[in-house]
């Protein structure tokens, strides 16, 4: 991602650009950059296609916007600057600028299973195409102070999509429940995101100025490479990664049916020691979460839940993520506090009680993340659904007063 936004360099001579070193591929006589970014794209490509033709395709909708961004980006980012030299590259300008915020949105789909896109994050990627299209030196008159500026603006919002991508990833970490997408997140974050970080930096320090060919060619190099391991582990070698990261839910498994009275001639088999287990485990969730109401405490972790259970962290998460469904630890904690607060307010009892106190009575730490779980789960907000219950007793009464 290195210097998509550059100054035009001086023509010198007879306004020929400066070329790369050449290298012989056979009868083809390309400088190496070209090749691996060539490499790179075709790659990208295969990638995009193998992900668009697998089903369930629209499930990874994010990782395909992803897939496209960096191919443009590979495309926008070689020195001759391609992207910059006519209005139909403009796609593909835009493309390579979009990139971190499909990064963004990747890990917040992949990694927190939310696919709500916030108001500011919009805003975000309506900037970072302006100002890449500002940046860009053959797409408009401008002063070159607007220029500079747009770029810079652009990479500092770029990086806090990135950032913001990386604290999300670390921050969530600890309550994801499925163990294969934890262990994957650091791959994917810590490397994409790490790079994404340091290009960027780099772009910021060289900004105006071309970076040296050696760089290019390693920054194409990595980029081609990156698309190549991810191809092979998603596809070819791990085609159950993509489920990993892009599966719904799985479905709550039953509970465990009663045992029955053996016939004399026919014995029943064995139970099954780790349904045994599993049936002890959930009836003490059951009875922390509903009975002593562990989720009130604000606090409430995987740890501190597995300690009060008295069971291992890891079979805790197998056993919420397995057999009640859920891949998230907040969202099965918030699936109770979300009840309670449902509770309240259909109890006239509570009638005048501010949502808010509500919310944290019920273990929400702050009102943000309760109205986003609230909307999520009601299709309202918490104001809309205690005034549609106040207006059912008034509507009653007038149906009754009319009889």
Same mark, same amino acid.
């Given at each position: 991602?290195?210097?998509?936004?550059?100054?035009?360099?001086?023509?010198?001579?007879?306004?020929?650009?400066?070329?790369?070193?050449?290298?012989?591929?056979?009868?083809?006589?390309?400088?190496?950059?070209?090749?691996?970014?060539?490499?790179?794209?075709?790659?990208?490509?295969?990638?995009?296609?193998?992900?668009?033709?697998?089903?369930?395709?629209?499930?990874?909708?994010?990782?395909?916007?992803?897939?496209?961004?960096?191919?443009?980006?590979?495309?926008?980012?070689?020195?001759?600057?391609?992207?910059?030299?006519?209005?139909?590259?403009?796609?593909?300008?835009?493309?390579?600028?979009?990139?971190?915020?499909?990064?963004?949105?990747?890990?917040?789909?992949?990694?927190?299973?939310?696919?709500?896109?916030?108001?500011?994050?919009?805003?975000?990627?309506?900037?970072?195409?302006?100002?890449?299209?500002?940046?860009?030196?053959?797409?408009?008159?401008?002063?070159?102070?607007?220029?500079?500026?747009?770029?810079?603006?652009?990479?500092?919002?770029?990086?806090?999509?990135?950032?913001?991508?990386?604290?999300?990833?670390?921050?969530?970490?600890?309550?994801?429940?499925? &163990?294969?997408?934890?262990?994957?997140?650091?791959?994917?974050?810590?490397?994409?995101?790490?790079?994404?970080?340091?290009?960027?930096?780099? &772009?910021?320090?060289?900004?105006?100025?071309?970076?040296?060919?050696?760089?290019?060619?390693?920054?194409?190099?990595?980029?081609?490479?990156?698309?190549?391991?991810?191809?092979?582990?998603?596809?070819?070698?791990?085609?159950?990664?993509?489920?990993?990261?892009?599966?719904?839910?799985?479905?709550?498994?039953?509970?465990?049916?009663?045992?029955?009275?053996?016939?004399?001639?026919?014995?029943?088999?064995?139970?099954?020691?780790?349904?045994?287990?599993?049936?002890?485990?959930?009836?003490?969730?059951?009875?922390?979460?509903?009975?002593?109401?562990?989720?009130?405490?604000?606090?409430?972790?995987?740890?501190?839940?597995?300690?009060?259970?008295?069971?291992?962290?890891?079979?805790?998460?197998?056993?919420?993520?397995?057999?009640?469904?859920?891949?998230?630890?907040?969202?099965?904690?918030?699936?109770?506090?979300?009840?309670?607060?449902?509770?309240?307010?259909?109890?006239?009892?509570?009638?005048?009680?501010?949502?808010?106190?509500?919310?944290?009575?019920?273990?929400?730490?702050?009102?943000?993340?309760?109205?986003?779980?609230?909307?999520?789960?009601?299709?309202?907000?918490?104001?809309?659904?205690?005034a549609e219950l106040e207006q059912v007793p008034h509507a009653?009464?007038?149906?009754?007063?009319?009889?």
């Amino acid at each position: 991602m290195l210097a998509v936004f550059r100054k035009r360099p001086e023509i010198p001579g007879f306004g020929e650009m400066p070329r790369a070193p050449r290298t012989k591929l056979g009868a083809m006589n390309l400088p190496p950059d070209i090749l691996v970014r060539v490499a790179g794209v075709t790659i990208g490509l295969v990638f995009l296609l193998a992900v668009a033709l697998s089903q369930g395709w629209r499930r990874r909708a994010d990782l395909l916007l992803l897939i496209a961004c960096t191919v443009a980006y590979l495309v926008c980012s070689a020195p001759s600057r391609p992207c910059c030299s006519t209005p139909l590259t403009l796609p593909l300008l835009l493309g390579a600028a979009g990139f971190p915020f499909a990064f963004w949105r990747l890990a917040r789909v992949a990694l927190e299973d939310d696919h709500a896109v916030p108001a500011w994050a919009w805003s975000g990627l309506g900037f970072l195409l302006l100002t890449a299209a500002v940046a860009a030196p053959d797409y408009g008159p401008a002063p070159q102070a607007l220029r500079t500026g747009s770029a810079v603006a652009n990479k500092l919002v770029a990086l806090g999509f990135v950032a913001g991508a990386l604290v999300a990833a670390w921050r969530s970490w600890d309550g994801d429940l499925v &163990e294969p997408r934890r262990r994957l997140r650091w791959w994917l974050m810590a490397y994409l995101g790490g790079y994404g970080l340091i290009v960027m930096a780099g &772009e910021v320090y060289l900004l105006g100025e071309r970076p040296p060919a050696w760089l290019d060619l390693v920054n194409a190099g990595a980029i081609g490479s990156t698309l190549w391991v991810t191809l092979l582990y998603f596809i070819q070698l791990r085609s159950a990664a993509l489920e990993t990261l892009f599966a719904p839910s799985p479905p709550a498994a039953p509970e465990p049916a009663p045992a029955v009275e053996a016939c004399a001639d026919e014995p029943l088999p064995a139970p099954i020691p780790s349904a045994r287990s599993d049936a002890r485990m959930l009836a003490r969730l059951r009875e922390l979460m509903e009975d002593e109401r562990a989720f009130l405490d604000p606090d409430l972790s995987v740890q501190i839940l597995a300690k009060r259970a008295g069971v291992p962290e890891y079979a805790l998460r197998r056993l919420i993520n397995e057999r009640l469904g859920y891949r998230n630890f907040a969202a099965y904690v918030n699936e109770h506090r979300l009840r309670e607060v449902e509770g309240r307010l259909r109890d006239p009892r509570w009638a005048k009680r501010p949502i808010l106190s509500l919310a944290l009575e019920a273990g929400f730490g702050s009102i943000g993340p309760f109205n986003r779980a609230f909307r999520q789960r009601y299709g309202k907000t918490p104001t809309e659904f205690r005034a549609e219950l106040e207006q059912v007793p008034h509507a009653s009464g007038e149906a009754r007063a009319s009889g």
